[in-house]
């Protein structure tokens, strides 16, 4: 008996020990505890120039909320760490208001229930101004969340349709990656008009993001006089696709649409490769990593053709990104990895603080879409916090820039390109552009 | 307005009911009956998609399904244990013939089909884009910042009802004939009883009551994916009732809330964001650790069942042993 | 034809991966579900040592070695003390096994998909059609080396009959002198060690990831359950005939139905014969033991 009572006290003090050391992250807006806590004291935000603490003690924490458990693991880890970039660049940067960026982080399991609890914890615990991250399913359960807690989420990744029209100034909600629906068009149009494809066989993995971008690829392609010949829908998490690949390449298709993840591209390549399939073949945006080629082989990934957004005449903003990023990382980021989207989203919410010159949900919400696109002809246009806050202290309108493209909002929270690059896969293994097409080409979506 | 910690807790505390919900199920129908259900996440699919159908509006432009009944939560919740009922009768009806493993394994492949259906018949479900903006019960008569607790006490208020329920079938003639059948179902059956109809029956209680978790867990995330409805929510069910104490309600309960708190607890330690993908791995290795320890040096569960006091056959039953007939014959040191 | 062969690929695969799971099940009476993280530990080792060493396949034999070693670790310090607890207990404490080492795994390596550093290959052509690659012909070649040389072990040597006797009656086998840890050290090992050469297999013909080892565990239970509790036979058979399955099914249904083939299958079979599949066949009833199956 005795025995028994002693796992129950021992079982009461774990909950009690961490619920205590929960409040204390709870109340870590005050300086003292601040201090104290683990979790502030590594975190990015305090690990810069005393100068900013100095200034103001109090830092201003953001959420970035992904999953970094689950089927979205591999996209999570570098995005994260493009969020790092960003808040690092800010708070050498003086911070934001004076008072430095603290990033927090919210593991949503890849999944709604883990959106829900990873959101609840950001915002009750934490207190973030805002949550930058969440991919297509976890953001869908927080649409009423952002609004009601006055917490601006900024999907950086999610492609569903559902977001098209939900989002924007006043709802809370926004996402700095284009809509599959924006993708679909510039994709059907490029694999049409560019690579000359008339008739296409799709291979859709039956998920969310992969059935989303697939279908949207279908209808736009029809919508163009297209034929799509066969649909073939194969299932996440198997080894192989041997029986699915031979039931599409039984029928000779010149140009295949693949819209899947990473491990599935993987396996569809290789086994394309082994099996000597011919024909060109065309991928989700998200597959443009170098770990598709590693994964795949650079022989068997040759050929792979994508699509991604880019600015209009230069890539400035991305190029400056990649020098920040590298120098950060030791390694480049990749398009397909939504890094440069999720820098973009940190960047824009400081800006709106900045412009608001109140760090709260609601200052961002107001101000967000307006630095976005800048508020008139003569808004200034910049690619990096410093310059921007620069600028506003200057008085003058803002238009940012992003690393992913232009990143104006429109009325609904959403992003369109400018411009699409045609990225294929050379024969060494590396990602070379094979062209650049304006979006202002494309028919309306 | 609450402190953010309070709502928090609210929210930990709001799915930690739909998870006891879904364990006193199992726990009825694996722990007071003897079935090794590991397809319990059939019932909870069933009774979610039915609350959705039945109560969610028409498809907006971006949706494809057909249904959408547009009706009030309370038919919804109706019809969510109807549904689990339904899945429990039809997969009990096929598959309660056979023992043990062989049970498992067939709940096991008929819950990995239903989610096939689920993700695939976009006509039903809206595939794997789901349905979302689910409405929440009673949510325009509360304030925004009251509502969270007011979801907490409706959720609740049925975790009693429920609570209240299965205990009282499991204390009457039905429960104990269950009890039964889980310790020697050749002796029972030779007592007159009839095996099947009972575990038909107890399956069937078990799926009106994780039906009615399915809609619950609706209300939790205000989205319903097929993706939510892995084998999971079955593995984490049966986790909950094996640490709560298999065959005790009030265990299966405190089981439920004691992982989800202790999950949640873990998500407050992030150390850093540049190592989030490995701090979030790492925490999923200190469950294991914890469930591990528990099973190790409190094998019976946190509340282990009371077991009714026989005098003769009390002293047959080893005093560590779990429920007599899971205990594995002729393994012992 | 190409279809049957693709079949007998993935058959080849959960074989590998269930034979072993099948042994512990038999020599220690629980469904150990971290086998399914044995695999992922398995393709990560040979991940970290290839790297190590330069060379993939002495990678990938140390980490078979390691694997086999860390899996009579685990018995020993984690299933051996609560043998007594109950099949239950031991199946939800593998179950904490299975997140603690996938934890660990996830924070060790990170979460990007990899894979070995090997050539790519082309099929090999049979009647002009490409049929398969020397990798999966390596598989099949193993899976059938490892189905003879364990039925060759278990019926003729003198470990092999020791480890069915304990398997049998553990203890009349302990009454007459044979160590029981011993042999149940040895069944881990070997177990353990398959499940790394699954693990690498598959990394080796699609990519390694974090969720490898859930995938295959699921598959791999099926497969068990479904060539009959107990025979190591049935379940070789049944893992080649869920390989089919899954192939040939796509055939006739759409391939988005495909796992769910495999499982209508499961059920179908389990509802005609209660049994599994070593009741259909005669010839794979009988080996090790199946009589303490029963009480599972």
């Known amino acids: 008996m005795g025995k028994r009572r002693l796992l129950a006290v021992a079982l009461a003090a774990f909950l009690v020990v961490g619920l205590a050391l929960a409040a204390g992250c709870g109340g870590s807006e005050t300086a003292t505890t601040q201090a104290s806590t683990a979790s502030t004291a590594e975190t990015v935000g305090s690990t810069d120039t005393t100068a900013v603490e100095a200034a103001s003690g109090q830092t201003i924490p953001i959420g970035v909320e992904l999953g970094f458990t689950g089927d979205m693991a591999p996209w999570a880890e570098p995005i994260a760490n493009a969020a790092v970039v960003a808040v690092e660049e800010i708070n050498a940067a003086g911070g934001v208001l004076g008072r430095p960026l603290e990033l927090f982080t919210g593991d949503d399991e890849s999944g709604v229930e883990g959106g829900v609890r990873a959101a609840q914890k950001l915002v009750n615990v934490n207190k973030v101004v805002s949550i930058v991250g969440p991919e297509s399913n976890p953001i869908m359960a927080l649409l009423d969340f952002a609004k009601e807690n006055q917490v601006p989420i900024i999907s950086t990744s999610a492609g569903t349709s559902g977001l098209d029209k939900v989002g924007g100034q006043g709802n809370f909600i926004y996402r700095t990656n284009a809509s599959d629906s924006f993708i679909g068009v510039s994709e059907a149009w490029i694999a049409k008009n560019e690579l000359g494809a008339n008739e296409v066989i799709v291979i859709m993995e039956s998920t969310e993001g992969a059935t989303s971008a697939g279908e949207s690829f279908m209808r736009n392609f029809e919508a163009i006089g297209g034929t799509i010949t066969d649909k073939v829908t194969v299932n996440p998490g198997q080894a192989k696709y041997s029986s699915e690949l031979k039931a599409v390449y039984d029928q000779n298709p010149s140009f295949v649409y693949m819209s899947a993840s990473q491990p599935v591209a993987i396996a569809i390549l290789k086994e394309r490769y082994e099996k000597g399939y011919g024909g060109q073949i065309m991928g989700s945006s998200e597959i443009q990593t170098p770990e598709t080629v590693e994964g795949a082989g650079p022989e068997a990934a040759a050929g792979l053709l994508t699509t991604r957004i880019v600015e209009l005449t230069d890539s400035q903003g991305w190029d400056r990104f990649v020098k920040l990023y590298s120098d950060r990382w030791g390694e480049p980021p990749s398009p397909g990895y939504y890094q440069s989207n999720t820098y973009d989203a940190v960047v824009l919410a400081a800006l709106a603080m900045e412009a608001a010159g109140e760090a709260s949900g609601a200052a961002i919400d107001q101000y967000l879409t307006d630095v976005s696109r800048g508020t008139g002809s003569d808004s200034v246009k910049v690619w990096g916090f410093e310059e921007g806050k620069a600028e506003l202290a200057n008085g003058n309108s803002i238009n940012f820039e992003g690393s992913s493209g232009p990143c104006d909002f429109n009325e609904y929270g959403n992003i369109s390109g400018a411009a699409n690059a045609v990225m294929q896969v050379d024969e060494s293994g590396e990602w070379i552009v094979l062209k650049t097409i304006l979006t202002s080409e494309l028919p309306a979506g | ?333 | 034809m190409e279809n049957f062969v693709f079949g007998i690929v993935t058959g080849s695969i959960i074989l590998l991966g269930a034979v072993g799971f099948s042994m512990t099940l038999n020599s220690d009476h629980f469904v150990n579900v971290a086998h399914g993280q044995m695999l992922l530990l398995g393709a990560y080792l040979a991940l970290y040592f290839s790297k190590l060493t330069g060379n993939f396949a002495l990678g990938a034999i140390i980490s078979v070695i390691m694997t086999g070693a860390l899996g009579m670790l685990f018995y020993a310090a984690v299933y051996r003390p609560i043998k007594t607890k109950g099949p239950l207990i031991l199946l939800f404490t593998s179950v904490g096994l299975s997140y603690f080492i996938w934890g660990i795994v996830g924070a060790v390596s990170g979460s990007q998909t990899q894979a070995y550093e090997i050539p790519a290959v082309r099929a090999i052509r049979v009647f002009g059609t490409p049929l398969i690659t020397s990798y999966e012909l390596t598989i099949i070649l193993v899976a059938v080396i490892f189905a003879v040389s364990l039925h060759l072990f278990f019926a003729k040597t003198r470990q092999g009959k020791l480890i069915r006797a304990v398997a049998d009656n553990h203890d009349l086998a302990r009454i007459r002198g044979i160590n029981p840890l011993r042999r149940a050290l040895y069944v881990w090992f070997i177990a353990s060690g398959m499940a790394a050469m699954s693990g690498i297999f598959l990394g080796m013909i699609s990519s390694i990831d974090l969720e490898l080892g859930w995938k295959q565990i699921l598959i791999i239970l099926s497969a068990t359950v479904l060539g009959g509790l107990g025979s190591t036979y049935g379940v070789m058979f049944a893992a080649i005939l869920i390989g089919l399955s899954m192939e040939l099914g796509i055939l006739i249904l759409p391939s988005h139905y495909r796992s769910a083939i495999a499982f209508a299958i499961i059920i179908i079979v389990l509802l005609v014969r209660p049994e599994g599949l070593k009741s259909v066949v005669p010839a794979l009833r009988g080996r090790p033991v199946e009589s303490d199956m029963e009480s599972l």
């Open chain 2, 1 to 333: 307005m609450m402190p953010g910690f309070v709502l928090f807790l609210i929210s930990s505390l709001t799915l930690a009911t739909v998870y006891a919900l879904v364990a006193l199920a199992l726990n009825f129908e694996a722990g007071v009956d003897g079935l090794w259900d590991l397809g319990v996440v059939s019932f909870f699919a069933a009774g979610a998609y039915a609350y959705a159908i039945l109560t969610v509006g028409p498809p907006d432009q971006m949706q494809v399904y057909r249904l959408g009944f547009g009706l009030p939560l309370w038919i919804g919740v109706i019809g969510a244990a109807g549904a689990g009922t339904l899945v429990a009768y039809l997969i009990g009806r096929a598959s309660l013939h056979l023992k043990h493993v062989y049970y498992l394994i067939t709940t096991f492949a008929f819950a990995e089909v239903i989610r096939e259906v689920l993700t695939n018949e976009r006509w039903l479900t809206n595939g794997t884009a789901g349905m979302y903006r689910m409405a929440q019960p009673f949510k325009s008569s509360f304030e925004t910042n009251l509502y969270p607790l007011v979801l907490l006490l409706v959720m609740v208020a049925i975790l009693v009802v429920v609570f209240i329920a299965l205990n009282r079938v499991t204390k009457r003639p039905f429960g104990r004939a269950l009890n039964a059948l889980r310790e020697n179902e050749d002796l029972a059956a030779t007592a007159g009883m009839a095996p099947y109809r009972y575990h038909l029956r107890s399956a069937m209680i078990a799926g009106a009551v994780a039906g009615i978790a399915g809609a619950c867990y609706v209300w939790f995330n205000t989205v319903i994916v097929p993706q939510q409805f892995t084998s999971s929510i079955t593995f984490v069910a049966w986790t909950v009732i094996v640490v709560g104490g298999l065959g005790n309600n009030r265990g299966a309960v405190l089981g439920a809330f004691l992982l989800i708190l202790t999950e949640d607890v873990l998500r407050l330690f992030d150390l850093s964001s540049t190592v989030a993908v490995r701090v979030a791995s790492a925490r999923v290795a200190v469950i294991g650790l914890i469930l591990m320890a528990v099973l190790r040096w409190r094998p019976r569960g946190v509340l282990p069942e009371k077991r009714p006091r026989f005098s003769r056959s009390e002293a047959l039953v080893p005093a560590e042993a779990p429920a007599q007939g899971l205990q594995q014959v002729g393994s012992g040191e």
